[in-house]
């Protein structure tokens, strides 16, 4: 997976994620009453996904179906991320994140063990 997911492109994806395989006419009506899309952005966000490699889209009803997973996308984006803006450095990155907010015990008892056993 080279290819960028971007944040239309998302949306449609977690669609898939969250139901499976629908067919497009199918993903189109859901990003119209949750999204407010048209049918033509559905249908050109689709086409879009298709060409990168992150879907499939098989006859008879244009029936799509994810080819990457969330877990896939989430851990590249985070990369992506850490790499980007903290020179690759985890220490960095959480810092930023827990700099402004306290953690309750339980959370700090759940990345102790994330961090234990990763």
């Not at 449609?12 to 994620?17: A, P």
């Not at 990168?52 to 080819?67: A, H, S, V």
Request: include cysteine.
């Amino acid at each position: 997976m080279q290819e960028k997911l971007f944040d239309s492109e998302a949306k449609v994806m977690e669609i898939m994620w969250e139901r499976g395989p629908l067919s497009a006419k199918e993903i189109s009506l859901i990003a119209a009453e949750t999204i407010g899309w048209n049918k033509n952005t559905t249908y050109t966000v689709i086409k879009k996904l298709e060409a990168k490699g992150f879907i499939r889209r098989d006859e008879p009803g244009f029936i799509c179906t994810p080819l990457v997973s969330q877990e896939q996308v989430q851990k590249k984006e985070a990369e992506s991320l850490l790499n980007r803006f903290f020179g690759g450095s985890r220490k960095a990155l959480f810092s930023a994140l827990l700099e402004d907010e306290k953690l309750s015990d339980k959370e700090k008892e759940e990345l102790r063990d994330l961090i234990d056993n990763g």
